[in-house]
């Protein structure tokens, strides 16, 4: 399986923690802040039941900036062959 060398941003990192530190942040979000974090500084990659939760994410048209921003960056660092 062919590794994604992409890491989380620090803008994308900062965003990520606010998000898990709102107490109004949806569930989504909070979950795709964490993916994110994880993959901060590591050699991580999305798997496959978190890409299916970021894509779903920016196909909704009532997810928030927020929660796109953090799905796509998700995305990025999912595996390729995926």
């Known amino acids: 399986m062919p590794n994604n060398s992409k890491q989380t941003s620090g803008r994308i990192a900062t965003l990520a923690s606010e998000t898990l530190q709102d107490n109004q942040s949806s ?9 994110a974090l994880s993959q901060r ?6 798997g496959a039941e978190m890409e299916d939760l970021a894509s779903r994410a920016l196909r909704n048209e009532r997810s928030s900036e927020t929660t796109r921003e953090l799905a ?3 995305l990025s660092q999912a595996n390729k062959k995926r």
Request: charged share 10%; aromatic share 0%; hydrophobic share 35%.
């Open 72 to 74: 796509a960056s998700v």
């Open 27 to 35: 569930k989504i979000s909070r979950s795709l802040a964490a993916s």
């Open 41 to 46: 500084n590591t050699s991580h990659q999305t």
